[in-house]
């Protein structure tokens, strides 16, 4: 699945071959629909509270695959080094720094999904080949899956 590795000030940086996970699609949008569907079956406050559920689940589902097929356009992967991490119940906020293909450095956050990092730490950083600013960590990924080799792992090391 990586189709070439080039190595960028001793680092490595892969260009890699996503695959959509579907069923991540398909369970949103399920979930969307049943919310719907209570919402339609439903009157006065319940109706109101479950077509806004739908409408915010449709939107989020939506959002994500937008954000990360935009990512995953033409990709490559790198190793960055977490900058600043501040834990929250949701996961964490994290921002790293990263030398791309073209040996520029870029800097990148994420708001959800790392737990387990902390700041001096590495993070493996998938961006857009043609814009590195389009950035986002691995185990920051729903929706794609990427392949094994190289120490790229499947699920995005979930």
């Known amino acids: 699945m990586i189709n070439e590795s080039v190595s960028v000030g001793?680092?490595?940086?892969?260009?890699l071959r996503p695959k959509f996970r579907a069923y991540a699609a398909v369970l949103g949008v399920g979930i969307s629909v049943t919310l719907g569907w209570v919402a339609y079956m439903e009157t006065g406050f319940e109706r109101l509270v479950s077509g806004l559920l739908c409408i915010a689940f449709a939107a989020a589902t939506e959002e994500g695959i937008r954000r990360e097929t935009v990512v995953v356009q033409n990709c490559m992967s790198a190793t960055g080094t977490i900058t600043y991490h501040r834990?929250?119940?949701?996961g964490a906020e994290i921002h790293y720094r990263f030398n791309a293909f073209s040996g520029r450095e870029y800097d990148g956050k994420s708001l959800w999904s790392v737990r387990g990092m902390s700041a001096g730490g590495k993070v493996i950083v998938v961006y857009k080949a043609l814009d590195p600013s389009v950035n986002l960590p691995l185990r920051g990924f729903l929706f794609y899956t990427f392949g094994q080799s190289?120490?790229?792992d499947q699920d995005g090391g979930r």
């Not at 001793?10 to 260009?15: K, L, M, N, R, V």
């Open 10 to 15: 001793g680092e490595q940086s892969q260009a």
């Open 87 to 90: 834990p929250s119940r949701r």
């Open 150 to 152: 190289s120490g790229v």
